[in-house]
């Protein structure tokens, strides 16, 4: 399966996401990065040759590449409406490209299962908001 026309409309809108990878002490490690969806692989990276020392390549570089990201926002307080779309995925690179960043290094990111949850914006009710899983190909 893959993203509905929702989900990669929500992404395109969302180039900030917080991205997560297992260091060498098995260490979870989450920071904020700009993130690419080409529609099939997710991209982060950026400029320059430090971006080769930062903790998510010498993760990814040192063989563990089960990666996450968590792209959402917050619309409202009052009334609470927040959406969000997370996946689960495996690293590989880096790559040299040219990103919205400029040209650089980059892991790319093949999705492996994903959840979104109220992408349509609707205000909490009584329940939280369900969420949709997809395992992708």
Not at 38 to 61: E, I, P, S
Not at 67 to 96: C, H, K, Q, T
Not at 104 to 116: D, E, K, N, Q, Y
């Amino acid at each position: 399966m893959t993203f509905t026309d929702q989900e990669v409309a929500y992404l395109s809108a969302q180039p900030i996401a917080r991205f997560a990878t297992v260091g060498p002490e098995e260490q979870p490690d989450v920071v904020p990065v700009a993130v690419e969806f080409d529609g099939t692989f997710f991209w982060v990276g950026g400029t320059g040759q430090t971006v080769l020392a930062t903790r998510k390549m010498r993760n990814v570089r040192g063989g563990r590449s089960k990666v996450a990201l968590v792209f959402d926002d917050i619309v409202s307080v009052e009334p609470f409406v927040a959406r969000s779309l997370r996946v689960y995925g495996v690293a590989d690179g880096p790559f040299e490209r040219s990103g919205m960043v400029g040209p650089g290094h980059f892991l790319r990111i093949a999705p492996t299962v994903s959840w979104s949850w109220n992408l349509d914006g609707e205000p909490v009710g009584d329940t939280w908001y369900e969420a949709r899983r997809t395992v992708h190909g």
